[in-house]
């Protein structure tokens, strides 16, 4: 009997009506359309779940949990009630249940399930998740890789560890709370693997100057130790290095001529971007390091690891060395990746509730001399064992810190409490029911001092470096974040009212380029050495007059591009709290806009809070957006948790 193909003309026009209403990515209905061409028959369900599953990868999420989609699939993907019946009327018959979903897209030939006969399929079924074909790959190799280095223990010289962890950390005084930080130094020492995390202040890069430390220490020939330092952006990466070499400096005084510190910390490099560690090319997804051309390190610390996303974190682990040792740093209460994947979140899920067995309790007592207290005690994983959660935040026990716990317990009156209690006035501003013109005006009196020091002119050529990184440390010390990137309250609408406001008042002449101008760098480009995210100020050219350089503050150095051969930038007094990641401003500013949704939860709060070091001032046209962000968390479907514990 012959199939009469399906009549998916009811299906594309509601696809078509959706996508012009802006509630769909125009490629997901392409994707959808290119998955049904790959079949002798049309499967209604099939072109559905295609459509879905391209439209979630877009907001970030690795794969379509099938559960999900024959639930709330209407909640899933934001839409109203009306909008999804309509879509799923023209689709119909669909499947009931998840168990129904499976047995459907099981049985065509554009998916391949897990255990069966696999044709290359584009797309992948792994129990009730539906991926993209390299997401699944990505997710399986991510998951496989710190399985294995989870499970790898070295041997510790117990006595050589503890008496290393006193010198570093000092000695030990009884009755105090655990020093998580030193227990992560012993646990990060006996593994191929480890994550850190913890929130502002806790001193993750104070961690890791000792673990480093203590790797030279312990090494059997410290000189040749080959450590790696990188970051998913160029100004990450600048501020790791900085804060390392710091540290170590200090260090290096404590431990004397036992360890040549400074001598080996001269010999780490500078921390580099992913995209530079792997060895990025032009025109391609692939890096020139890979599992057949390995790094070559003995050591790689990764800070700000819930930037990277799934695809990188896949392609970094595929470049380690088998004997290597990988620490990644990172909060794990942070907004995720912008791209699919939220990687450190799923590997530290857990991370507040320990789940240390009776193995790492004795080894972390015997090498640190710290007992876990009981309540961390648990049945946890291999990767359980090799996480460890920084606690005290010695640097955000203020009101912002206050604030970002508040906010990151969901707990919406303690928030509103916090921002309005008398003893945190010049420290917390909340300006609800605000108008666009406050933050125009708060921004013109934080940018004021950068633009004042500008229009003063630098000193000659000789002097003329130092003048521009102070040009530009002023200007790192205010910065307006936006949750979204359209309309009056979004990163376009204040740019552009910023901007004009500035001319007004005589502290820029606007043009295309101009002197004073900030720009993001939105695209990586190579030949300029210029990486997406990446942020400098357009200066006149003292060697060319009338031409403009754009200048870079890396840590305490300074580099310049012409502005001319930037091809990919974008104003950037007002950016989002996603590009924020891995700064830090004395002064924040984050505007909310009058409407919530999706993109409006918890972390991006808590993200925003946290990129504040002295003040931080939360305006809004709408109070209750606020609460409503603090209570709804940002979740993304993803299958890397559950093939971590296989």
């Not at 003309?9 to 490629?27: I, K, M, N, P």
């Not at 939360?618 to 109070?623: E, I, S």
Request: net charge neutral; hydrophobic share 45%; proline share 4%.
């Amino acid at each position: 009997m012959t199939l009469e193909p399906i009549d998916a003309s009811a299906f594309w026009a509601e696809v078509e009506r959706l996508t012009e209403a802006g509630e769909l990515r125009r490629l997901s209905g392409v994707f959808a359309r290119f998955v049904a061409t790959l079949g002798t028959v049309d499967s209604m369900p099939l072109l559905l779940a295609s459509l879905v599953l391209s439209e979630l990868e877009g907001r970030g999420h690795s794969c379509l949990l099938l559960d999900d989609l024959a639930g709330d699939p209407a909640g899933l993907l934001g839409w109203t009630d009306e909008d999804w019946k309509a879509l799923a009327r023209a689709a119909k018959p669909l499947p009931r249940g998840a168990k129904g979903w499976v047995n459907q897209l099981s049985a065509c030939e554009q998916v391949w399930r897990v255990g069966d006969l696999d044709y290359d399929q584009p797309l992948v079924l792994d129990e009730s998740r539906l991926y993209l074909r390299r997401y699944w790959r990505d997710e399986t190799l991510v998951a496989t890789c710190v399985r294995m280095r989870a499970q790898e223990r070295r041997d510790v010289d117990i006595e050589q560890a503890r008496t290393w962890l006193e010198a570093l950390f000092g000695a030990q005084r009884a009755g105090e709370a655990p020093d998580w930080q030193r227990i992560a130094c012993a646990v990060a020492l006996r593994g191929a693997f480890a994550i850190i995390t913890g929130g502002p202040g806790t001193g993750k890069t104070y961690t890791v100057a000792r673990l480093l430390a203590l790797l030279f220490a312990t090494a059997p020939d410290c000189a040749r130790q080959r450590i790696a330092l990188a970051a998913p952006t160029g100004k990450a990466a600048a501020r790791l290095k900085q804060a390392i070499d710091k540290a170590l400096g200090e260090l290096a005084d404590r431990v004397g001529g036992a360890l040549p510190l400074r001598e080996l910390t001269k010999r780490m490099g500078a921390a580099r971007t992913l995209h530079s560690l792997l060895g990025a090319r032009p025109d391609t997804r692939s890096f020139a390091h890979h599992r057949g051309n390995p790094l070559d390190v003995d050591v790689l610390i990764v800070d700000e690891a819930s930037m990277v996303h799934l695809e990188m974190m896949a392609s970094l682990l595929d470049a380690l060395p088998a004997g290597a040792t990988l620490v990644l740093l990172g909060d794990k209460d942070q907004l995720a990746s912008v791209e699919a994947g939220a990687v450190l979140g799923d590997l530290c899920h857990d991370a507040q509730a320990g789940r240390y067995d009776a193995d790492t309790l004795d080894y972390v007592q015997a090498a640190s001399g710290e007992a876990i207290p009981e309540r961390y005690v648990g049945d946890g994983g291999p990767l359980a064992q090799q996480t460890v959660m920084l606690r005290h935040s010695r640097r955000f026990g203020g009101p912002i810190g206050k604030l970002a716990l508040a906010v990151n317990g969901g707990d919406v009156d303690g928030a509103a409490a916090v921002l309005r209690a008398p003893e945190a006035a010049g420290v917390l501003r909340w300006i609800d029911h605000a108008h666009q013109h406050h933050v125009i005006q708060l921004a013109v009196d934080g940018y004021r001092p950068y633009l004042e020091l500008l229009r003063a002119g630098g000193a000659g050529h000789a002097g003329h470096e130092d003048w521009v990184r102070a040009v530009l440390q002023h200007f790192e010390a205010f910065r307006v974040l936006c949750a979204v990137r359209e309309g009056e309250w979004g990163v376009e609408g204040l740019n552009d009212a910023i901007e004009q406001r500035l001319a007004q008042a005589g502290l820029i002449v606007r043009g295309d380029w101009y002197v004073g101008r900030p720009v993001m760098v939105t695209r990586n480009d190579y030949p300029t050495k210029t990486f997406n995210g990446d942020i400098g100020l357009a200066l006149a050219d003292p060697a060319r007059p009338g031409s403009l350089r754009v200048w870079f503050l890396e840590g305490d150095n300074v580099r310049s591009v012409l502005a001319t051969r930037l091809r990919h930038v974008e104003t950037a007094y007002a950016m989002t709290v996603h590009k924020s990641q891995g700064s830090e401003f004395a002064h924040t500013v984050l505007a909310l806009p009058k409407e919530g949704g999706a993109v409006l939860a918890r972390e991006l709060v808590y993200t925003g809070i946290t990129r504040a070091s002295r003040q931080f001032t939360l305006t809004t046209p709408a109070p209750a957006v606020l609460g409503d962000a603090i209570l709804r968390r940002t979740h993304r479907a993803s299958g890397l948790r559950g093939m971590v514990e296989r």
